[in-house]
């Protein structure tokens, strides 16, 4: 089952699966801007990360010295999620702890994801409640993908992803396992500006740690409209796409993949947030379209 949402400016669908977004269509362009996960390149459009992001040791996390098996990025955009409430341009989806979720991540909870459209902007909110007697320890992201370049007659190449601050990127470098392997890199931006390339993500994502913009585009060099994502609540950014497809992943993270040879139980891991008892999370970011 599918969700549309739409105004005057963008239309929106969310899958129920995954409370995920399949597409996002400019209405003055009728341009469609997310992947539409051709399953021979990448199967997805826009996945929710929960309860981890990223790869994890042996596929595994560590609560209260058990080890629980753990898939990269979570089972939330596995899961089917319940549409709590609609409106044209509002849709909140429920993801609640069951047995399935406890054999993997031994806590009660509600996960909500809610959607809102406010002009040209789209509004993601993530909402955690622990229904747990015990502290929760969680990690979420998002992991939307755009299609490049935006118009015919242009090319992947023509594209760049700006950022609001200046300076190099420094990245951390992820080995074959997909997990960090403790190892850093430094790419220089040109005017704020990465620009993209068919071999930018030869050795797989970019992975932003020490970030300090807090806002960024993806912008076209022979037309007007750019995606800006404003990820203030998040302290990490990542940036994939598979070599050669014509999509970018623009992913703002609260938390990252483990490091490599350095297991660590779930209270551990870098950029986990503690939820305690009967208390909520709650993180947003910000979607444009213009």
């Avoid at 105004?7 to 003055?28: F, K, P, Y």
Wanted: hydrophobic content about 35%; glycine content about 8%; overall charge negative.
């Amino acid at each position: 089952m599918k969700q549309v949402l739409k105004n005057e400016h963008i239309r929106l669908v969310i899958n129920h699966q995954g409370a995920e977004m399949t597409s996002l269509i400019n209405l003055a362009t009728q341009t469609e801007h997310l992947w539409q996960g051709d399953p021979a390149i990448w199967p997805w459009h826009a996945p929710n990360l929960f309860p981890v992001v990223g790869g994890q040791t042996n596929d595994q996390i560590v609560v209260d010295g058990q080890a629980y098996p753990m898939k990269r990025h979570g089972f939330a955009r596995n899961s089917e999620f319940i549409n709590t409430e609609c409106t044209p341009t509002y849709a909140s989806f429920e993801l609640r702890s069951s047995p399935e979720t406890k054999a993997m991540y031994p806590y009660d909870f509600i996960f909500e994801i809610i959607y809102e459209l406010d002009g040209p902007d789209v509004i993601i909110e993530y909402k955690v409640r622990n229904l747990s007697e015990t502290n929760m320890f969680l990690s979420l992201g998002a992991h939307p993908a755009f299609n490049v370049p935006f118009a015919p007659g242009e090319d992947y190449t023509d594209y760049y992803i700006e950022f609001d601050r200046d300076g190099s990127l420094e990245t951390s470098l992820l080995g074959p396992d997909g997990l960090l392997s403790g190892e850093k890199g430094r790419i220089h931006l040109e005017e704020r500006q990465l620009n993209l390339t068919p071999n930018l993500f030869d050795n797989d994502a970019l992975v932003l740690l020490s970030l300090k913009s807090r806002k960024v585009s993806l912008c076209s060099r022979k037309n007007d409209h750019r995606i800006t994502l404003e990820f203030g609540m998040f302290p990490y950014l990542g940036l994939w796409a598979k070599p050669g497809a014509p999509f970018v992943c623009i992913e703002p993270w609260l938390g990252v993949a483990d490091t490599a040879n350095r297991p660590m139980p779930i209270e551990g891991k870098q950029g986990i947030h503690r939820v305690t008892p009967k208390t909520s999370f709650i993180a947003h970011y910000y979607l444009g379209v213009v």
